[in-house]
T-cell receptor, first 113, second 112 residues
Framework: DQQVKQNSPSLSVQEGRISILNCDYTNSMFDYFLWYKKYPAEGPTFLISISSIKDKNEDGRFTVFLNKSAKHLSLHIVPSQPGDSAVYFCAASVASGTYKYIFGTGTRLKVLA | DSGVTQTPKHLITATGQRVTLRCSPRSGDLSVYWYQQSLDQGLQFLIQ???????AKGNILERFSAQQFPDLHSELNLSSLELGDSALYFC???????????FGEGSRLTVL
């Protein structure tokens, strides 16, 4: 049962344009969401997070949007840069005392120069 | 550098064998998580420890076990290894039982 889904395995975007990565979840109890970026041969690194009490969180070029009714979140990268080329994972957790983070399968972003 | 150290980085072994993967969390982090990433798969949650105690369990096989020691480092033991156990095993830590995870670089296990 895949509770967190990233339905696009890959995405290519021109440098300078917007990258939009999507993530859907099925468990309405999830109340904290994170995005991680992973380069080859490295561990995932934290990018940005959002709590379910918000619908938007911004950090520089990265913005995460949360649509609770649709159980959908998205990561916007503006403007996209070649160094953003990586695999992006979304993750979700439930604040029930057992914080196990459930990750999606990832989206490979390629930013073309 | 996330501050999370995993050893070994690479490990090749045969079916039926047993291996131990080690993780040292960031200084001061009490919580340790183990994840498995098989080829082209997402990060599958295995198990979480918080200050020495098991906190949450995911899809961890009975052949696998883990523990967190008083100095907060953790070990993941994989036994009776099968070809399908070949994967990247990541350890992550966080300061509390919640919050942002910091990942190590992973231990790549190859079972031949």
């Amino acid at each position: 049962d895949q509770q967190v889904k990233q339905n696009s395995p890959s995405l290519s975007v021109q440098e300078g344009r917007i990258s939009i990565l999507n993530c859907d979840y099925t468990n309405s109890m999830f109340d904290y969401f994170l995005w991680y970026k992973k380069y080859p041969a490295e561990g995932p690194t934290f990018l940005i997070s959002i709590s379910s009490i918000k619908d938007k969180n911004e950090d520089g070029r990265f913005t995460v949007f949360l649509n609770k009714s649709a159980k959908h979140l998205s990561l916007h990268i503006v403007p996209s840069q070649p160094g953003d080329s990586a695999v992006y994972f979304c993750a979700a957790s439930v604040a029930s005392g057992t914080y196990k983070y459930i990750f999606g399968t990832g989206t490979r972003l390629k930013v073309l120069a | 550098d996330s501050g999370v150290t995993q050893t070994p980085k690479h490990l090749i072994t045969a079916t039926g064998q047993r291996v131990t993967l080690r993780c040292s969390p960031r200084s001061g982090d009490l919580s340790v998580y183990w994840y498995q990433q098989s080829l082209d798969q997402g990060l599958q949650f295995l198990i979480q420890y918080y200050n020495g105690e098991e906190r949450a369990k995911g899809n961890i096989l009975e052949r696998f076990s883990a523990q967190q020691f008083p100095d907060l480092h953790s070990e993941l033991n994989l036994s009776s290894l099968e070809l399908g156990d070949s994967a990247l095993y990541f350890c992550a830590s966080s300061a509390t039982a919640s919050g942002e995870l910091f990942f190590g670089e992973g231990s790549r296990l190859t079972v031949l």
